[in-house]
């Protein structure tokens, strides 16, 4: 079975810096893959050029067999590609039930009509309805984004990047900033998703590393250093030195 | 402060009427901006006139800030809600092109002291409008012929590139008849160092430029800061050189010719009165041609409005303001085919007074009881 | 929602009984005056859709307004001589013709000016539309043959078959027709899908491309929508006073657009015509009084954008509330 | 030849008073994050004060003084009662607010000193030429304004990198926040860069003065370009705001020289002369244009 993300020798520099060296990684379908490593290790650069906000100067993006790499961003969601932010990213003064329409609605087409009524398109808010009624936040539809907690929030994103159903969906970080109760929601619920669609994972929260991820690649100054899977991860060296040891300290 | 003062109660007395009795004219003119002193001219010049006339009169005065929409808006009331059958002031051809044909349509009379755009002086002319000015084309020729009686056979001509601009060149090219390099300067452009550099490289034998206001100000300054002004002569029509910019560049136009349709030293009873009468109500102004422009608009409509009894017969007002029988301060006067004047062109000098500053000699007629190249095309 | 209906209602036929109230008062120049506001109206409207409702701070807008304008001009200057724009396309004076033709030309120069300023945002955006405004405020001060900068006459009002367009309450019915069909017009565009893609872009550009929406053809879209709003009302304000020229076009005139939209309250439908109306309303009534309206004119600007947020509209909201 | 060179130091002088307004201006801008339309105001402020001062004294530098003064006490005054409650608001509550301000201050010099332009002269020891190179007398005032402009350029060169305020005015430029959690006082610097940018706005006012015609709405005309400069320069970027200056001046004075009789040599005669003036006149803003496709935030961009 082919991957659904490859991605071989991607380089990005700034200036003098390197950001990312040659990474090249593979997410499989059905797969939850993690990226972890050190702040400042390229983690967001690498996100944001599979995303396609920023293009690498070396290296090949490939998302379902089609090579992607200079597409730009709106190109990559048609074909299935779907993100988080590290820092939550919302409509701020529509509700949790527009923003979910407004996702809905994006995946749905028929954006450039001007003569409807975007709050009669019925398959758009039954939609929103019953996917609200199902999550942690059925009770708080009609709450504007900006009064949102901040465990909603990234809750919120992630039913919005789910509707989109992407095949590989990348999370930036989805348990920043969340309080236990809060991570336990997000891991259960990540794990809901599974068979939805692939993931990428970027995370600190080693505990959530270990509780979702069939696969662990570790970053480390625009390098993959490792890879493999979650025992593997543990008992490398290499990984335990550069990384695991500075986290523990 | 002073000013202040003679500002606030120059608002009084326009707020209240001084001629509650008389016919109530509509005076519609750019008073805000760079060239609010235009209409500020305007204004006094009519009043003056007018008074001058002995007709009973009240001036309805409103600013325009030099804005078709606003003219139209002004017009529109005192045409048809405040019943004026009379309408004058305009300094501004792209305000008149709006305002005049609301006028003309209304069954007013619109009598120009400044504006005279040539598609209304030419097919478009009408009986109820009269412009006691000049047309464009006849000033800057004026100018030409000034240049070519002087001898000279090669020229730089300098204008803004907008329509005036370029009509003010073809003028100055029309009766000159030599050899004539055209410059075209910004429509906004302050500095004009880069041109002085041109004509310092073209060396001519006369310069000839248009730039009226602020515009004038600084060339003639920039013109003499270059070293040109003594070596290249140079020949100006009369909005490039009215009495307020001579009075802003002080000794920088000193040499200069000019050419006019009316100067401060014309020996003739009207001008004199005028000039009196100016120097009594505005001592710190100079009295510009602009102001004079007003004042003969004023003793015309003053004269007519004492013909015709008020403005009651719009149709005999109108055959009396045809008829012009005033003593014009530019001692001839007449209307052409186009209800355009048929004026004489005078040659003066720019020279130095006591103090140094300049002053405007009248040197010799150079063109007599001319009319415009549009009148041709008019068919009332 | 049919409590809205009804205040929109009340609203027009109080509009449209201006001519009468005018005329019975004897103060009829209010009838051109309510019709120039309505038409400026509808211009600062057309920019409020992409400013208040799209995130774009254009300061260029008058260009199109301007172009509208002009399109019309040109068509009646070769109608009136019988000649042809270009060679080839003959002038008219029908109605008919001049708007869809002044709509279709601005959405053009929309898309020319959208196309290359869009990929700029904050404050690069700003200037560049003023920039390309400026262009075009230049290019018509050189077009000899329709007037440079003295403008171009429209003798006479574009025809409207079955309608006497020289009089002056027709002239304001269409007018006011005109301006309500665009009020309607853009109450269905915020409320439609194009209408909530474009606020989405508006609150969180990057989020919207996350989605999949290639947020820069929407922008231009919008873009080239609220360009074609101000072709309309610069060509209704051409026939409207019968004239044309480049002062439609210049910044000032961009800027005062804005200051009706901002002055009225941004992002809200009947905002943008409330602050046309009161500028357009104070500016005449106090050039009436003095000849320094723009000293008061400009400081009950500044009193009010350092007093209240949201201009009129939220005052009126205020008031609302406060009544309940 | 000699006519490049002319050309080139009348471009240069340009300039420099672009250089002179924008600086002011970027900093106001990148600091303060306000978009100030009133900055050409102060311009007309020094220019008047300075005038008016010269002919009640008949000096040229108690005029250069007392413009100096006007424009640095009315920017405080100004930033006091205006501006201060601007900086949190958005781009368009500051467009507004200080497009008002333009009205009050066009308004307010009518009422004071009338609507007639000012009679200004130039210094007696500046009223000559120098012959640079043979051929070629230049106006020594146009000299005196290239070498101030250049000179303030130094003064503000060192100000920024040298000294402490400085180090906070580039601070304040890149990050907002960062100054604020520096513990400085920042409503203090704030007032003081933008009384700088006053001052430095009627000083270039003060040197236009004797060469432009000092009258109501000066200030409106090369407000505009002085924008350009800015966004051209980078917002913020005071190094940006001199090289654009520089350029533009260069550019816009090279176009107007040049490009009519360029034109002339390829097409017939007067409508040459026309569109090379049209070009030209919007040639700062294609410049802009330009620049702005290609870096879209300008050439030296001080926020990342």
């Known amino acids: ?249 | ?380 | 929602m049919k409590r809205d209906n009804l205040v929109l209602l009340a609203v027009l036929i109080l509009l449209a009984l201006v001519p009468f109230a005018a005329e019975f008062t004897g103060q009829s120049s209010w009838t051109k005056l309510v019709g120039q506001a309505l038409i400026y109206g509808m211009a600062a409207a057309s920019l409020n859709f992409i400013l208040g409702y799209g995130g774009m701070v254009s300061f260029g807008h008058a260009a199109f307004f301007g172009i509208g304008g002009y399109v019309v001009g040109i068509l009646y200057h070769h109608f009136d001589a019988g000649t042809a724009f270009l060679g080839i396309i003959p002038g008219t004076d029908q109605m008919l013709v001049t708007l869809p033709a002044a709509v279709l030309v601005a959405g053009l120069a929309a898309a020319l000016v959208g196309a290359l300023s869009l990929r700029t945002g904050g404050v690069q955006f700003i200037m560049i539309t003023l920039a390309f405004a400026q262009m075009f405020f230049f290019l018509f001060i050189s077009l000899k043959t329709y007037g440079g900068e003295d403008g171009i006459m429209v003798r006479r009002t574009n025809a409207l078959p079955g309608l006497n367009m020289k009089d002056k309450a027709t002239l304001y019915w269409v007018v006011l027709a005109f301006a309500a069909a665009y009020y309607l017009f853009l109450r269905r565009l915020v409320r439609s899908s194009f209408g909530q893609i474009i606020a989405g872009i508006r609150q969180n550009e990057r989020r919207m491309a996350a989605m999949g929406i290639s947020t820069l053809r929407y922008k231009l879209y919008a873009f080239i929508l609220s360009g074609m709003g101000a072709g309309l009302a610069g060509a209704l304000m051409v026939n409207f006073l019968r004239f044309a020229s480049p002062d439609m076009m210049h910044w000032t005139r961009s800027g005062e657009l804005m200051v009706m939209v901002i002055l009225g309250g941004v992002g809200t439908l009947a905002g943008p015509f409330i602050g046309a109306g009161a500028l357009f309303t104070l500016e005449t009534t106090l050039a009436r009084y003095t000849e320094h309206w723009m000293l008061p004119v400009g400081i009950l600007l500044l009193v009010v954008v350092l007093t209240s947020k949201g201009g009129l509209m939220a005052l009126i909201a205020k008031l609302k509330g406060g009544a309940k | 030849m000699i006519l490049l060179f002319e050309q080139l130091l009348n471009g240069l002088q340009y300039g420099v008073t672009l250089f002179l307004l924008a600086a002011g201006l970027t900093l106001i801008f990148g600091i303060m994050g306000v978009i100030n339309l009133a900055h050409g105001a102060l311009y007309m402020v020094g220019a008047f004060a300075a005038s008016w001062v010269a002919i009640q004294t008949g000096s040229f530098w108690g005029g250069l003084v007392a413009g100096l003064v006007a424009s640095g006490l009315i920017g405080l005054v100004v930033e006091t009662a205006v501006i201060r409650r601007l900086y949190a608001r958005d781009h368009l509550d500051q467009v507004l607010a200080t497009f008002a301000l333009i009205l009050i201050f066009n308004q307010t010099t009518v009422l004071i000193f009338g609507r007639q332009p000012l009679f200004t002269t130039l210094p007696e020891i500046f009223s000559g030429s120098v012959e640079i190179i043979p051929g070629l007398p230049y106006p020594t005032y146009r000299l005196f304004v290239i070498a101030v402009g250049l000179a303030v350029a130094l003064g503000l060169y060192f100000l920024i990198n040298k000294t402490r305020i400085g180090m906070l005015v580039r601070a304040g430029a890149t990050n907002r926040q960062m100054v604020r959690a520096l513990g400085v006082n920042i409503q203090g610097l704030y007032t003081a860069v933008f009384a700088l940018g006053a001052l430095l706005a009627g000083l270039a006012g003060v040197m236009a003065s004797p060469i432009v015609s000092v009258q109501v709405g000066m200030g409106d005309e090369i407000i505009l370009a002085t924008f350009v400069v800015v966004v051209i320069g980078g917002v913020g970027s005071v190094k940006g705001a001199f090289v654009a200056g520089i350029v533009l001046g260069l550019f816009d004075t090279m176009l107007r020289a040049f490009l009519p009789a360029t034109l002339q040599q390829v097409m017939p005669g007067p409508e040459a002369q026309a569109l090379g003036v049209g070009i030209s006149s919007m040639g700062i803003y294609l410049m802009m244009a330009l620049v702005l496709l290609v870096r879209p935030r300008g050439l030296f961009a001080a926020r990342g």
Not at chain 1, 60 to 67: C, F, K, N, P, V
Not at chain 2, 127 to 134: D, K, R
Not at chain 2, 254 to 279: L, Y
């Open chain 2, 1 to 380: 402060m002073q000013r202040l003062l003679t500002t606030a109660s120059l608002l009084v007395a326009l707020a209240v009427p001084a001629y509650a009795e008389g016919t109530r004219i509509g005076v519609i003119t750019t008073l805000s901006g760079p060239a609010g002193y235009l209409g500020e001219q305007i204004r006094d010049g009519l009043t003056l006139g007018l008074e001058a006339s002995g007709a009973a009169f009240e001036l309805v005065v409103e600013d325009d800030g030099r804005d078709p929409n606003t003219g139209v808006q002004v017009a529109d009331r005192m045409l048809n809600e405040e019943g004026i059958k009379l309408l004058t002031g305009i300094v501004f051809s792209n305000v008149s092109g709006a305002v005049v044909p609301e006028a003309l349509d209304a069954g007013a009379i619109y009598v120009s002291p400044n504006a005279a755009p040539s598609p209304l002086a030419g097919e478009k002319c009408h009986p109820n409008y009269f412009v006691v000015s000049w047309q464009n084309d006849s000033l800057h020729e004026a100018s030409g012929a000034a240049a070519k009686k002087l001898g000279y056979t090669t020229a730089v001509a300098l204008a803004p590139n907008y329509q005036a601009g370029k009509d003010a060149i073809e003028g100055f090219k029309r009766e000159f008849g030599g050899e004539v390099t055209e410059i075209y300067t910004g429509v906004e452009q302050s500095d004009f160092a880069g041109e002085m550099a041109q004509i310092r490289d073209k060396a001519p034998q006369v310069v000839f430029q248009f730039h009226p206001g602020g515009q004038g100000i600084a060339f003639l300054k920039q013109y003499q800061q270059a070293g040109l002004l003594g070596t290249v002569p140079m020949v100006l029509s009369e909005p490039s050189y009215d009495a307020v910019i001579l009075k802003a560049v002080g000794p920088a136009a000193v040499g200069v010719t000019g050419t006019t349709h009316w100067n401060a030293d014309f020996d003739n009873e009207a001008s004199k009165a005028m000039v009196a009468a100016w120097a009594a109500a505005h001592p710190d102004v100079p009295l510009t041609t602009y102001g004079q422009q007003a004042y003969d608009t004023g003793l015309l409509i003053g004269s007519a409005l004492v013909k015709a009894g008020g403005d009651g017969d719009v149709a005999a007002l109108q055959a009396a303001i045809k008829a012009a029988e005033f003593a014009s301060t530019r001692g001839s006067f007449a209307f052409g085919p186009n209800q355009h004047p048929v004026q004489d062109w005078y040659m003066t000098a720019i020279e130095a007074d006591e103090a140094g500053n300049p002053k405007v000699v009248t040197k010799e007629k150079i063109r007599e009881a001319v009319g415009d190249v549009y009148a041709a095309n008019c068919k009332m």
């Open chain 1, 1 to 249: 079975m082919s991957p659904v993300l490859d991605i071989a020798g991607l380089v990005k520099t700034f200036g003098g810096l390197t950001a990312t060296d040659h990474v090249s990684l593979t997410v499989d379908t059905g797969e939850i893959h993690a990226l972890i490593g050190p702040n400042g290790a390229g983690k967001s650069t690498l996100i944001n050029q599979i995303c396609g906000e920023i293009i690498p100067n070396a290296g090949q993006i490939h998302l379902a067999g089609r090579d992607v790499t200079r597409l730009p961003p709106a190109g990559r969601v048609a074909l299935g590609l779907g993100r988080t932010f590290q820092i939550t990213s919302l409509l701020d003064d529509m509700t949790v039930r527009e923003n979910l329409g407004l996702a809905i609605q994006a995946r749905e087409g028929g954006n450039f009509r001007i003569f409807d009524r975007a709050a009669k398109r019925n398959e758009v808010w039954d939609e929103a309805d019953s996917v609200l009624a199902g999550s942690a936040l059925s009770a708080r539809a009609g709450v504007k984004v900006a009064d949102l907690a901040h465990g909603e929030k990234k809750q919120l994103e992630l039913l919005m990047a789910l509707s989109q159903r992407p095949r590989v969906l990348l999370l930036d970080e989805p348990m920043a900033g969340l309080g236990h109760v809060e991570s336990q929601q997000m891991i259960e619920a990540l794990n809901a998703a599974r068979g939805e669609c692939a993931m990428l994972l970027v995370e600190h929260d080693m505990e959530a590393v270990f509780a979702l991820a069939d696969r662990i690649s570790v970053l480390v100054y625009g390098r993959i250093i490792a890879a493999g899977t979650a025992e593997e991860i543990r008992a490398n060296p290499a990984v335990r030195e550069a990384y695991l040891g500075e986290e523990d300290a």
